[in-house]
C-alpha cells in the first residue's frame, strides 16, 4: 500500500499533467510534456552552473517558451475580507543609517504637509545628522529640523514623476512616497511610506527579473505582496513594517524600463494569499534543488507549514539555470586530493579497529556512494555520506613445509680409521663435540605479500562539515543544501566515477523562482498554477485597495498645526575676509562641526558648521589638536581633524 503521501505526490502530477494537456497545443509540446512525467533528461539534471564570485545569485536571462504561450482562462479571485489602506512603511535599511542623505525632489512636496514649507520640482535637497537632530539644507540655507522631519507628497500633474531620487541608493530609482527621516543614535532613520503596488514596482525587477516570462512575474507578486502584508500586519509598535534588504524583501525603487514587471504588478493588482483567514508568510527562494522544505524545518517555526509541503519539484530541477556545485572523482579518487585524505582518515580509523596498524594497510578505491542520514523523513537534506571502500592490506604469505634431506648410507665395506690418542686425541673429541651440537635457531620475520581484500568498507562523512566545507561545494552560508550522487560504469558494470552534486540555492521554503521560471517558459503554465502548486494550501483572494487621496499643495490650508514652531533659515554666509600672514583657507568635512569659544569640548559652542563650510584657520594645532578659526561673523576653535586645506 502506498503511503499518504506518495499518494499525494501521484494525485499531483495527474491534476498538472491534465490541465497541461488542456491548455497546451498537443503537436507541439508533447515531447516536452512526456519528459517531464517522465523525469528530467540527463543533459538537463546534469547541468551544471558555476558559483558567481559573489555571494548574490547573477539576474538571470529568459527561459523562451517552446511555444508562443497562450492566454490563460483563471479561475475568478474572490474579494478579501481583509481591509487595508494598502501603504506600507520601509525602512531604508541599505543606506545603514547616513550621516547625510542628498535628495532630488522630483515631485511636488512640502515638509510634514505645510503649504508654507514647500519645494519647486526638482529641488535639490541635503539632510544631514549632528548630536542628534535634523538639519535640512536647501538653498544656501541649513535649517535645524529637530528630532525628525518628513517630505510629504503632493498630488501632480497626470504622467508626471512623482516621487524622491536618493543619491545614496544603489540605483537611479525613484522613491515613490513620502520620506520621513528621523535622528537615531548614530545617523539618520529614512522610512518610506509608500503604496503596496508601487513598492512591488521596486521588489519584484530585483527579487527575480524583468527578463522572466510574465506569469512567473506575476507569481512573484502575488508572493512579494502576501509577504508584505503579512510583516505589516505583524510590525506590531515598529514605526516601520518591513525593510529595503534580504532581511525582507530586496526593494531598489522604481524604474520605468522594467515594463513586464509593471504589467505583472499592475495584472494582479491586490491579490493575496490567505491561510486560516490572515496573510501567509509566502517564501520564497532562488532554486530548490528540486525539492520544497518546509518552514519549520529551516527555520524551527511551529504551526508555519499548514499552506506548505515538502514535494518534488521536477520544475526546478529540469531547469538548466538552477544553480548547483558539483565534483567528479575516478573510483580512485583521482580528482581531490582533499576528498582522498578524508577518506583515507576515516579508512585508517576503520581499520585500526580491526587490528590493522600504520603501514598495514593502503587505500585502494571507492565501491560506492549513498546519501545516508536525512535530517528528516523524506527529506534529501542528507546528513552524511556513506562511501564503500577498498584497502589493500599487508598479509602473511603462506610457505611450503621443508623435506628433511637423508645422510648418505654408510659404506660397509669402508673400515673405521683409528681414534687418535693423546692430545690429538682429546683436541679431536672437543671439536667432534662442538660439530655434533644442533646450531640455535635464528628468529625469522614471517612473509608478507600486499592483497586486495576481499571486504568493503563503510565509511560515512559529514555532508555539511567535511563535503559541502572542505570540498567547497556549498551553496549557502546555512545548511540546507540537497545532496545526490551520480555513478557512471565501465562496460562490465564496474564504478568508474563518482559525480557529487549540491544543489539548493537559498533556503528552499515556497516558491522556487527557477522552478516558476520553468514552469511559465518552458510548459506555458499561468501564476495561479504556479501559486497552487508552491502553496498548495493558500487561499487566493483580493485586496481592495482605496484609492490614494494625494492632497493638491493649493487645497491645504494656511497652517497644518505643527508640533513645533516653523523653523528660522539660517542666512547665507557671508563672503570671507583676506587671508592675513600665517592664515589659510580651508572647508569642513564633517556632517556638522561645533565652534567653541575654546580649545575644549567643555567650552560654550559658538556656532554649528555645515558639511563643505568654508572658514579661515589661523593658528598652528595645539597638542590636543585644535586649531584657532574664524569666518566673517564668528571667530573660536575646532578640531583639525574635521577640516581639509
Known amino acids: 500500500m502506498k503511503d499518504n503521501r506518495t499518494v499525494r505526490n501521484a494525485r499531483r502530477v495527474m491534476a498538472l499533467a491534465l490541465t497541461m494537456l488542456l491548455m497546451l497545443d498537443a ?140 543619491d545614496e541608493s544603489e540605483k537611479r530609482t525613484l522613491y515613490c512616497g513620502d520620506l520621513k527621516v528621523s535622528a537615531e543614535q548614530n545617523g539618520l532613520k529614512p522610512v518610506l511610506s509608500i503604496q503596496a503596488e508601487d513598492y512591488l514596482y521596486g521588489v519584484v525587477a530585483y527579487e527575480m527579473s524583468d527578463s522572466f516570462p510574465i506569469e512567473a512575474l506575476k507569481a512573484q507578486a502575488v508572493a512579494a505582496r502576501t509577504y508584505a502584508m503579512q510583516r505589516k500586519w505583524q510590525a506590531g509598535g515598529r514605526d516601520y513594517d518591513l525593510v529595503d534588504t534580504t532581511a525582507d524583501q530586496v526593494f531598489k525603487g522604481y524604474d520605468a524600463a522594467y515594463q513586464n514587471v509593471v504589467r505583472a504588478v499592475d495584472d494582479t493588482r491586490g491579490v493575496v494569499g490567505l491561510y486560516d483567514g490572515a496573510f501567509a508568510v509566502c517564501y520564497y527562494t532562488a532554486s530548490n534543488g528540486g525539492q520544497t522544505a518546509l518552514a519549520s524545518q529551516i527555520w524551527k517555526r511551529a504551526g508555519s507549514d499548514g499552506y506548505l509541503a515538502m514535494e518534488d519539484d521536477p520544475f526546478d530541477l529540469e531547469n538548466p539555470r538552477s544553480l548547483q556545485n558539483d565534483l567528479t572523482v575516478t573510483a580512485k579518487c583521482e580528482g581531490s586530493a582533499a576528498l582522498k585524505a578524508m577518506l583515507e582518515q576515516a579508512l585508517g580509523e576503520r581499520l585500526a579497529a580491526d587490528g590493522w596498524g600504520a603501514g598495514e594497510w593502503e587505500f585502494d578505491s571507492i565501491a560506492s556512494v549513498t546519501p545516508v542520514n536525512p535530517r528528516f523523513e523524506g527529506s534529501r537534506m542528507y546528513e552524511g555520506l556513506e562511501f564503500g571502500l577498498r584497502a589493500r592490506l599487508l598479509k602473511p604469505v603462506a610457505t611450503p613445509t621443508p623435506v628433511p634431506t637423508e645422510s648418505p648410507a654408510e659404506s660397509p665395506t669402508e673400515s673405521p680409521a683409528p681414534e687418535p690418542t693423546g692430545e690429538a686425541g682429546a683436541l679431536a673429541a672437543i671439536f667432534t663435540e662442538e660439530e655434533t651440537q644442533a646450531p640455535t635457531a635464528e628468529p625469522t620475520e614471517v612473509p608478507r605479500a600486499w592483497a586486495l581484500s576481499d571486504e568493503i568498507y563503510p565509511v560515512t562523512l559529514s555532508v555539511y562539515d567535511q563535503i559541502k566545507d572542505k570540498l567547497s561545494l556549498g551553496l549557502n552560508g546555512s545548511d540546507c543544501e540537497l545532496i545526490s550522487v551520480e555513478t557512471q560504469a565501465d562496460a562490465d558494470g564496474e564504478p568508474r566515477a563518482f559525480t557529487l552534486i549540491m544543489r539548493r540555492f537559498g533556503h528552499g521554503v515556497g516558491m522556487s523562482q527557477r522552478g516558476a521560471q520553468w514552469m511559465a517558459g518552458h510548459y506555458g503554465m499561468n501564476w495561479q498554477q504556479i501559486i497552487a502548486f508552491y502553496y498548495p494550501g493558500l487561499s487566493v483572494e483580493r485586496m481592495a485597495w482605496p484609492e490614494e487621496g494625494l492632497t493638491a499643495l493649493d487645497a491645504l490650508p494656511d497652517s497644518v498645526g505643527a508640533a513645533r514652531p516653523k523653523p528660522t533659515p539660517t542666512p547665507t554666509p557671508a563672503p570671507l575676509p583676506a587671508l592675513k600672514e600665517g592664515e589659510r583657507y580651508a572647508a569642513v568635512t564633517a556632517s556638522a562641526l561645533n565652534v567653541r569659544e575654546q580649545p575644549t569640548t567643555a567650552a560654550r559652542v559658538v556656532d554649528r558648521l555645515a558639511k563643505g563650510r568654508r572658514l579661515i584657520v589661523s593658528s598652528q594645532p595645539d597638542e590636543d589638536g585644535w586649531v584657532a578659526v574664524h569666518t566673517a561673523e564668528i571667530e573660536g576653535y575646532v578640531k583639525e581633524e574635521y577640516l581639509e586645506y
Open 27 to 166: 503537436p507541439a509540446r508533447a515531447g516536452g510534456l512526456f519528459d517531464w512525467l517522465l523525469g528530467p533528461s540527463a543533459t538537463e539534471a546534469a547541468a551544471v552552473v558555476t558559483l558567481p564570485p559573489a555571494d548574490q545569485m547573477p539576474i538571470p536571462q529568459d527561459v523562451e517558451a517552446e511555444t508562443p504561450v497562450p492566454e490563460a482562462t483563471l479561475a475568478p479571485i474572490p474579494e478579501a475580507a481583509i481591509q487595508d489602506d494598502g501603504v506600507l512603511r520601509v525602512l531604508l535599511a541599505s543606506l545603514s543609517e547616513p550621516q547625510q542623505l542628498h535628495l532630488t525632489l522630483a515631485g511636488v512636496y512640502a515638509v510634514d504637509g505645510d503649504p508654507g514649507f514647500r519645494f519647486d520640482r526638482d529641488a535639490r535637497v541635503a539632510l544631514s545628522w549632528a548630536e542628534g537632530r535634523v538639519y535640512l539644507s536647501v538653498g544656501g540655507l541649513t535649517i535645524d529640523m529637530g528630532a525628525s522631519v518628513t517630505l510629504t507628497r503632493h498630488r501632480a500633474a497626470e504622467g508626471a514623476e512623482n516621487g524622491i531620487y536618493i
